[in-house]
């Protein structure tokens, strides 16, 4: 169909004007009746106006509630109600804080924003994938005696200054490397995973002095290890060789290795000499069999 906009009277010889028709997808997303209200800049947006708008929100998360959800509350219309669902049961509580909802990392919003300022560490569940890999990698790539069998994973979330760092070093000192994963054994003299997942402070404990510092402070205040190749970190391809090096308290039931990715100086040999050029990305909690 032809539209037309009357012009008043018109000579017989005068054509008439063309005018667009409202088209559906002109119309107002929610209601679908007016038109899309459209600013002085041109901008068109998908309602007619802020009761359309306020109509297709999401309602707030915490049951009973029919006020507006809000994405700086994760989802709940206000702070109290984020915290409310923690207290009921409903959310999972922020790891560091334990007051708002978990959303990124096992933290809440808030928390995710401030950054960390040490490292900490999450327990991966059974059925996430980064768990999956993770034993894979441990389970398949064991070439030594014995049967392994992985009771435990916690991803490691390190400063962000340290994820900074690493990177500004990979780009400007190795380029464009692959980045392989690797296996590096200390002595755990802590319960880590049994008591509690919390690194401790002792300074003989390896695998905890070694998250915290990201591979610039050892086990007895070590910066380093001493090797073929001379100081700086050795880490394994295969897993039971780091295994070698793995110790653990007489009051656990686990031994502890890191998982870490590298980047490699020289490809034929798992050394680096710099910590930035290797991060800790898992602790594995395991134990070995005949």
């Not at 990979?170 to 008591?195: E, K, M």
């Not at 700086?232 to 897993?239: E, N, T, W």
Request: charged share 20%.
């Amino acid at each position: 169909m032809t539209w037309f906009k009357s012009l008043g009277h018109q000579s017989s010889r005068s054509q008439p004007q063309l005018q667009s028709p409202t088209t559906r997808q002109d119309l107002c997303e929610t209601c679908g009746k007016r038109p899309k209200f459209v600013e002085k800049d041109g901008t068109v947006h998908p309602y007619c106006g802020r009761t359309c708008a306020k109509a297709q929100q999401p309602t707030c998360k915490l049951p009973g509630c029919k006020e507006s959800g809000r994405s700086a509350f994760s989802g709940f219309c206000s702070p109290r109600h984020a915290r409310s669902a923690v207290q009921i049961g409903q959310s999972t509580p922020c790891h560091r804080c334990g007051k708002h909802p978990q959303v990124i990392g096992g933290l809440c919003l808030q928390c995710n924003n401030q950054g960390d300022s040490e490292s900490r560490l999450r327990e991966l569940k059974p059925r996430d994938p980064k768990l999956i890999s993770s034993v894979a990698s441990v389970v398949q790539g064991w070439k030594g005696v014995g049967v392994v069998e992985v009771h435990k994973v916690y991803e490691i979330f390190l400063p962000k200054d340290v994820y900074a760092a690493r990177e500004v070093y990979r780009w400007d000192t190795l380029g464009d490397t692959n980045q392989i994963r690797t296996f590096y054994g200390a002595q755990c003299i802590c319960d880590l995973g049994v008591t509690n997942n919390s690194l401790c402070n002792w300074k003989s404990c390896g695998i905890c002095s070694i998250i915290k510092s990201s591979f610039t402070a050892f086990e007895f205040g070590a910066t380093s290890n001493s090797g073929r190749y001379g100081e700086g970190i050795y880490s394994y391809f295969d897993p039971s060789m780091a295994d070698r090096f793995a110790t653990s308290s007489v009051s656990s039931p686990y031994r502890a290795m890191l998982a870490c990715d590298v980047n490699l100086e020289d490809e034929d040999r798992m050394f680096v000499s710099s910590a930035r050029a290797i991060i800790p990305r898992f602790v594995i909690l395991y134990t070995k069999g005949a």
